[in-house]
């Protein structure tokens, strides 16, 4: 989707992954928790209404799992969303802190 940018947002504490769509004044988010050294947790993924049925969300996770592999960190999933995703995706263990289905 070349109309959507996603860029990250991070603090001392907590952070967050913005989508915005071209023409869309709302933004989707998939925010996080620093949760100790090369820990985050992924506690909620947003997307309004009007960005709503474009894959803004899923966009947002593969971003989220791209930055873990580009930066050595691990996630612990809090998110239904995320936690949804991660049951069928075994493959993405090494990226996370728990066991596909067991949530954080």
Known sequence: MSDLTII????PRHGRYVARLAGVEAEGELTFTH????VIS???TGVPEAMGGR??????LDFMLEDARANGFR??????FIIAHYARHPEWAPLFTTAPGEGG
Not at 8 to 11: A, F, H, I, S, V
Not at 55 to 60: E, M
Not at 75 to 80: A, F, G, K, L, Y
């Open 42 to 44: 992924a506690d909620h």
């Open 75 to 80: 996630i612990t999933p809090r998110c239904s």
């Open 8 to 11: 990250k947002e991070d603090g």
């Open 55 to 60: 894959g803004v969300a899923r966009a947002l």
């Open 35 to 38: 949760r100790g050294p090369g």
